[in-house]
């Protein structure tokens, strides 16, 4: 009666000596059902084989677990960081490279006329936001002030009228 594969018909239980084990033995096949082909009386049957898992079987799976071993070994275990988080930051480290890289291409090659479009950049910036404070000022003063700044247009505007006249 040899069989491939030998199940264990009952846990193992820590704590628990040989002896007890072998009470509840045959208590435990009496509930468990056997299978026919155990028997051994019939030598036609084609008795079960492990199944080979073509996985852990290739060469690539078996060196790459011995190398993960040799790490966990020497402590240099593999971050445990999921595949989009490190896409994500490897794309982020680049952009950060291309930028920099940028900028200091753009320090170096500046002609004369990149320097003189750089000044009348930076004078229309100050302008803009010189022309923004004022507007503010303006939305900031009291109403009656406005008014009376109208009423002073409007009045120079009806004295040139009347002088063209």
Same mark, same amino acid.
Request: a neutral charge.
């Given at each position: *009666?040899?069989?491939?594969?030998?199940?264990?018909?009952?846990?193992?239980?820590? !704590?628990?000596?040989?002896?007890?084990?072998?009470?509840?033995?045959?208590?435990?096949?009496?509930? *468990? /059902? #056997?299978? +026919?082909?155990?028997? !051994?009386?019939?030598?036609?049957?084609?008795?079960?084989?492990?199944?080979?898992?073509?996985?852990?079987?290739?060469?690539?799976?078996?060196?790459?677990?011995?190398?993960?071993?040799?790490?966990?070994?020497? !402590?240099? /275990?593999?971050? =445990?960081?999921?595949?989009?988080?490190?896409? *994500?930051?490897?794309?982020?480290?680049?952009?950060?490279?291309? /930028?920099? $890289?940028?900028?200091?291409?753009?320090?170096? $090659?500046?002609?004369?006329?990149?320097?003189?479009?750089?000044?009348?950049?930076?004078?229309?910036?100050?302008?803009?936001?010189?022309?923004?404070?004022?507007? #503010?000022?303006?939305? =900031?003063?009291? #109403?009656?002030?406005?008014?009376?700044? =109208?009423?002073?247009?409007? $009045?120079? #505007?009806? +004295?040139?009228?009347?002088?063209?006249?």
């Amino acid at each position: *009666m040899t069989t491939m594969f030998r199940y264990p018909v009952f846990p193992v239980l820590p !704590g628990l000596d040989q002896s007890e084990l072998t009470e509840r033995l045959p208590r435990v096949r009496s509930i *468990m /059902a #056997e299978p +026919d082909y155990m028997d !051994g009386d019939c030598d036609e049957l084609i008795k079960p084989k492990k199944l080979i898992n073509p996985v852990k079987t290739s060469r690539n799976h078996q060196d790459l677990h011995r190398e993960l071993l040799m790490n966990q070994k020497r !402590g240099l /275990a593999p971050q =445990n960081k999921p595949e989009l988080q490190k896409v *994500m930051e490897k794309r982020k480290r680049d952009q950060v490279l291309k /930028a920099q $890289k940028e900028e200091q291409e753009a320090h170096k $090659k500046q002609s004369d006329l990149e320097i003189e479009l750089m000044k009348r950049q930076q004078k229309l910036e100050q302008l803009e936001l010189e022309q923004q404070k004022n507007e #503010e000022e303006q939305e =900031n003063t009291p #109403e009656f002030v406005k008014m009376k700044s =109208n009423l002073r247009r409007t $009045k120079q #505007e009806v +004295d040139e009228q009347e002088r063209t006249t």
